[in-house]
């Protein structure tokens, strides 16, 4: 992952991070609590692909589970967040650029529903379950109606933002030197083939007046 990208999706993440625990946390919603950081990961992973998506996930859901007031096992929503990354990037879209808000908007509101089910189910799993006190059901309407009216505010701007890293001068760079020195290599090869042809007439030319220099000698001889 190149620098840009990593600095883009750690500043993300935190600032989604802090908004999820200081504002939309406490909301007091019924059902679900809107899923900023589940959206910023979406929003990634639509444009980077689903190895980057895969490893935005896994450090943001763990920073989630370490944030307070966090009441969860360690790693239950890193796992969550890597999983649904990994497939998010599966529906990148081509160049990383929308045609249409139907895609996205499927993919948020799948996102939704598998993260949720993820979560319950592995809560079940270690004892930590969130259904104990809103049934499965109200958990998953909620949490897909919260995020997909959250989604238009938040994922086609990071979706922006995420674009311009694409545009890495750093790797511009590289690749020009890369064109330089390839260029170059075509350059001394060229040198190389005309020193090597004007080498071979420099030799040709003192044979010849090698040559006629033993003809004129051999002349005065007779």
Request: proline letters at 5%; hydrophobic letters at 50%; a positive charge.
């Amino acid at each position: 992952m190149r620098v840009n990208r990593t600095l883009l999706s750690a500043a993300l993440v935190v600032v989604a991070l802090v908004l999820q625990v200081s504002v939309l946390s406490r909301l007091q919603l019924p059902g679900a609590v809107p899923d900023l950081l589940l959206l910023t990961v979406l929003g990634l992973a639509l444009v980077y692909g689903h190895l980057a998506g895969a490893f935005i996930g896994f450090g943001a859901g763990l920073l989630a589970d370490l944030a307070p007031p966090a009441d969860h096992a360690a790693g239950q929503y890193a796992l969550v967040l890597c999983v649904i990354g990994y497939l998010a990037g599966l529906a990148r879209p081509e160049n990383g650029k929308l045609k249409s808000a139907t895609g996205p908007m499927l993919v948020v509101v799948a996102a939704a529903v598998a993260s949720t089910l993820l979560y319950a189910g592995v809560g079940a799993l270690v004892g930590d379950s969130p259904v104990r006190h809103v049934g499965l059901g109200d958990l998953l309407f909620t949490a897909a109606v919260y995020d997909l009216l959250l989604a238009p505010f938040t994922v086609p701007l990071i979706m922006a933002l995420a674009r311009r890293t694409e545009n890495d001068p750093l790797s511009d760079s590289q690749n020009a030197g890369a064109g330089d020195v390839s260029s170059g290599w075509l350059a001394s090869g060229t040198g190389l083939r005309i020193g090597s042809q004007r080498g071979g007439l420099r030799v040709k030319a003192a044979r010849n007046r090698a040559t006629r220099a033993g003809r004129i000698k051999g002349v005065k001889r007779l």
